[in-house]
């Protein structure tokens, strides 16, 4: 059980995109660790209130809720706004997670929502090994995100990290990879290395 959580919290994992650089192929959808990479994501955070998936509807084995960005390919912060959008009005907190990251766990997610428990900053995020923020694997609060995507104003086709300038910020170190994504081949094959040796 993830405890220590501040106030009534919710989940919104992102899962659109074109998987360019993998050759268009459904990130998502790709099986990592005998599971599917939007069910790892889902799996880190079964014990939200609501979860809210932006993207194609695919089977899942947790039950969730589905909405699309308007229009569709309008980019991750059109995705995060239509996500929250579908939040009940108790929600005070959203835990908003990319569906490419095959480590994230409920401890990720512990750890975020604790550190958003035991700071005032309107959101806490990892950094990765790099110290570079990442917004898509972050913990916020609710009204002051609402607030930030009002003042950014037109979100299609802008990155998460548009909202950065609108919030106050707290951060927490990646210790456990949890902030390492699939992009590209090379990024898979670090995850599926068998299936690496098949193509060889």
Not at 13 to 25: D, I, Q, S, T
Not at 27 to 45: E, H, I, Q
Not at 64 to 69: A, D, G, L, S
Request: charged content about 20%; aromatic content about 2%; hydrophobic content about 45%.
């Amino acid at each position: 059980m993830i405890t220590g959580t501040p106030g009534t919290w919710a989940t919104v994992v992102l899962a659109g995109g074109r998987g360019r650089r993998l050759g268009g192929v459904d990130k998502p959808a790709l099986v990592v660790g005998g599971r599917s990479l939007l069910d790892t994501a889902l799996a880190a955070c079964t014990e939200s209130a609501q979860i809210v998936v932006v993207g194609p509807a695919r089977p899942t084995l947790t039950a969730v809720r589905w909405t699309e960005e308007s229009p569709a390919g309008s980019g991750p912060l059109a995705a995060l706004s239509a996500g929250i959008g579908l939040l009940s009005a108790d929600v005070e907190v959203v835990v908003v997670l990319a569906a490419d990251l095959p480590a994230v766990e409920v401890g990720t997610v512990g750890r975020l929502l604790a550190g958003l428990d035991a700071s005032r900053a309107d959101a806490v995020m990892l950094t990765d090994q790099k110290g570079r923020l990442q917004p898509l694997l972050g913990a916020y609060r609710l009204p002051e995100l609402r607030h930030a995507l009002n003042a950014v104003g037109d979100v299609r086709d802008l990155p998460v990290g548009r909202l950065l300038d609108h919030l106050t910020l707290a951060t927490i170190p990646d210790i456990h990879g949890a902030a390492n994504d699939i992009d590209t081949p090379r990024d898979l094959a670090q995850w599926t290395p068998d299936k690496e040796e098949e193509r060889t």
